[in-house]
């Protein structure tokens, strides 16, 4: 089991609402993604960091933003929530370049 | 654009089988191949990687075959447990006509294995 990991698993929040989802992960690994992924789909990268204050756009627009301060954390925000933002968010890592990455166990986002 | 195709949707074996997985890569070269496996409401785990130069990998009762003149991937699962019910995922990257980072991975939809007693 990789040590990555992910909170909240589950949110549910109204229309307008600022939210940030907290990834972090103890293997040290430089490379960081957040993907999107609705049910019976494939996940689409939104977001990557090679490092500390390196950030890149992913394959997919999103209005989300992400930042990395320090290695082990990864956190994305979405300034202003709203229903077809609904989706499951995975956050990975991996060692810089290589692959394989390791996933955390997702948050669940519901925006009514 | 890359486009992954894998098999079909969903998959029913028997217990004891071998079940076949098949990933179909169309408009790109990549430099490596992987599997992974996702349970309903978690993220993907890691099984095999098969480079461009690798025709064949095992991993227990995993084995991955690799042909890039077919543009194809097999993902072998022997003597199948229920266990082993799960969407497997088959996951691209490096190589040429990938306009992303190296290290970025594009993931076809996933195949549903389920694995009947």
């Known amino acids: 089991e990789a040590d990555i990991y992910q909170t909240p698993r589950y949110l549910v929040i109204g229309t307008g609402k600022k939210i940030t989802l907290e990834c972090s992960q103890t293997m040290g690994h430089d490379k960081m993604y957040w993907y999107q992924q609705d049910p019976g789909m494939e996940l689409h990268l939104i977001h990557y960091s090679y490092g500390v204050n390196s950030t890149e756009k992913g394959d997919l627009s999103s209005e989300s933003t992400v930042s990395r301060i320090r290695t082990e954390h990864f956190p994305l925000t979405l300034e202003s929530a709203r229903p077809s933002h609904t989706s499951q968010y995975l956050c990975?890592?991996?060692?810089?370049?290589?692959?394989?990455?390791?996933f955390g166990p997702g948050t669940r986002l519901t925006v009514l | 654009s890359q486009k992954i195709e894998q098999n079909s949707e969903a998959l029913n074996i028997q217990e004891g089988k071998t079940a076949t997985l098949t990933c179909n890569y169309t408009?790109?070269?990549?430099?490596?191949l992987q599997w992974y496996r996702q349970d309903p409401g978690r993220g993907p785990v890691f099984l095999l990687l098969?480079?461009?130069?690798?025709k064949e990998k095992r991993k227990e009762r995993l084995k991955v075959t690799f042909d890039t003149t077919l543009k194809q991937s097999l993902f072998h699962i022997t003597a199948s447990q229920p266990a082993d019910s799960a969407t497997y995922l088959c996951?691209?990257?490096?190589?040429?006509?990938?306009?992303?980072?190296?290290?970025?991975?594009?993931f076809g939809k996933g195949t549903k294995l389920s694995v009947k007693p």
């Open positions: 098969i480079r461009e130069n690798e």
């Open positions: 408009n790109y070269s990549p430099a490596y």
């Open positions: 990975a890592s991996s060692e810089s370049p290589s692959p394989p990455q390791y």
């Open positions: 996951a691209l990257g490096g190589g040429l006509n990938y306009g992303g980072s190296q290290g970025n991975l594009i």
